[in-house]
């Protein structure tokens, strides 16, 4: 006889807590790709990011609202009306929405951030949640710090904010200070003291701080919670958040132990995980369980004897259920126009209008020119860093000499607003000498905070990703670039780094 197993929530967060990860900002057609890949995964609720936070946050939420379909769409706000409504008003069109609201309810958050007494705060919730249930019958309300609130206080607020509409309460370890016993105790508390606690889904929302964020969720989980808010590849603020697919692996790999189950398709699973990387500029760890390009390769000769023998003697779970092994070889020099369209809509992306396609597939033609075997990381890539609205800087040309014994030595030729600029630089190293070649014209005066080379693909052909995040007055950004010259993708990645940076520029001084 089958048990009937509760259904468990997955509310993805990558474009809000997950775009919180410093240098992760993502422009509004890198948002509304990701949410189509995490639609077509079957996430039950997408929250596409913080309405009020900013114009550019806004529109994201409203063009995620206006595309997905299936999934439910959320933004956050604060439990102030200001936050409220502009959420509402970014969801408007969607198809099914929920307003996210939230305020801190830990003695340390109220009276040091807050400076607000305990009863201001409830009164404040409860208002916070009548006025969203206005926009949506779906809300959803956190109490921030939860996971060092005290109970007493998050009983009597969660019984008001349950009686007020919320449908879903969430306890965060916002600061990750959970440990596993601890924070799944809380919610059986929880769940046995609130009176009205049948009437609303509990969430565990989990940072990594201490790198026990999917533990603390799994807690959670067998302890009666019925909504787990994770991000691919564990992105997100700090150390980030619960990863999306170790919770959805973990609790489908062990059906004897958890009560529950997913609507998750979890072989879309890594072709997300690629896209979230190339989007942010944050590579994968080979280790990293599920997505790590190591994390179903056998090493050991025992192991591999006993995998061939038969496959469960090692592995717990097929590389092919989570979509590894589905980048198969699809397009190359040969192919046209029709083709290539056809596979970006299989990978969920559509173009807004037959310029930005055309441009896409020339670098196509291109890559298709330099390397015979295009995968659908390469077409990623192709269109990664290719939407930076202002292109202040442009790369033309770029000549790099390098010889044992000598300087490297870098000549570069840049656009800078329509106009030519040469230069030259040694270094002492060859992108040591690019950079400090684009410097020598730019002088943005912006710091390099990390430079990183991962390969889009396998083999010698394959192209070099290269992160390049810069920090300007507070502002970090990551800059991507993509080209089977990792010297070319470095300068690329450089250039955008800077033509983000003079985005956000231009934003402050309101343009
Ligand atoms: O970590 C946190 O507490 C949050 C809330 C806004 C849910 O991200
Ligand atoms: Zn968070």
Redesign the pocket.
């Known amino acids: 006889m089958s048990i009937q197993k509760d259904k468990l929530v997955i509310f993805d967060t990558t474009l809000r807590?997950g775009e919180q990860s410093p240098g992760a900002s993502m422009s509004k057609e890198e948002k509304v790709r990701i949410a189509r890949l995490l639609e077509r995964m079957r996430v039950d609720v997408i929250e596409a990011g913080f309405a009020i936070a900013s114009p550019g946050d806004f529109e994201a939420v409203k063009a995620v609202a206006e595309t997905v379909r299936e999934s439910r769409v959320c933004s956050?706000a604060r439990a102030i009306n200001a936050d409220i409504l502009r959420a509402g008003e970014a969801l408007k069109k969607a198809n099914a929405s929920r307003i996210?609201t939230?305020i801190a309810t830990s003695p340390i958050h109220m009276q040091y951030k807050l400076q607000m007494a305990p009863e201001d705060v409830l009164q404040q919730a409860v208002q916070a949640v009548k006025t969203a249930r206005q926009f949506t019958d779906d809300v959803e309300f956190?109490l921030?710090?939860g996971s060092r609130s005290e109970p007493d206080f998050m009983y009597r607020i969660i019984e008001a904010v349950i009686a007020a509409g919320a449908g879903t309460i969430?306890i965060?370890d916002?600061v990750g200070y959970g440990e596993p016993g601890e924070y799944g105790a809380l919610f059986r508390r929880v769940i046995e003291h609130v009176p009205n606690s049948d009437r609303a889904i509990f969430s565990t929302?989990c940072?990594n701080d201490l790198g026990l964020a999917v533990a603390n969720s799994l807690s959670a989980v067998m302890n009666g919670v019925r909504q787990v808010?994770c991000t691919i590849n564990g992105l997100g603020?700090r150390a980030g958040n619960a990863s999306l697919e170790e919770i959805v692996m973990a609790v489908q790999t062990r059906q004897d132990l958890y009560s529950v189950e997913t609507s998750i398709d979890t072989r879309h699973i890594v072709p997300t995980s690629r896209l979230v990387s190339s989007v942010t500029g944050f590579p994968v760890q080979p280790n990293k369980a599920i997505v790590g390009a190591n994390a179903f390769a056998h090493e050991s000769g025992i192991h591999q004897d006993g995998v061939l023998k038969h496959r469960e003697t090692y592995e717990i779970m097929r590389a092919e259920d989570v979509g590894w092994g589905q980048n198969r070889l699809v397009l190359g020099k040969h192919s046209g126009r029709a083709a290539v369209r056809a596979r970006y809509g299989e990978l969920g992306v559509a173009f807004s209008d037959s310029e930005t396609f055309q441009q896409v597939f020339q670098r196509f033609k291109i890559l298709a020119d330099k390397k015979h075997e295009i995968f659908d990381e390469d077409l990623h890539s192709l269109i990664t860093g290719s939407e930076t609205p202002v292109e202040r800087f442009h790369l033309q040309d770029l000549d790099v000499r390098s010889k044992i014994g000598s300087a490297p030595q870098a000549f570069i030729s840049l656009l800078v607003e329509g106009e030519s600029h040469q230069t030259e630089a040694c270094g002492s190293g060859p992108v040591d000498a690019i950079f400090k070649a684009i410097e020598r014209i730019v002088g943005s005066g912006a710091d390099l905070k990390l430079y990183s080379v991962n390969a889009v693909t396998q083999g010698t052909d394959s192209q070099g990703s290269v992160t390049v995040r810069l920090e300007k007055d507070g502002h970090l950004v990551n800059g991507v670039g993509a080209d089977t010259d990792i010297l070319v993708a470095s300068a690329q990645a450089y250039m955008d780094a800077l033509n983000l940076l003079a985005m956000g520029e231009s934003k402050k001084q309101g343009v």
Do not use: K
Request: hydrophobic share 15%; net charge negative; charged share 35%.
């Open positions: 807590d956050l996210h939230f956190s921030e710090d969430n965060p916002t929302h940072h808010e603020e």
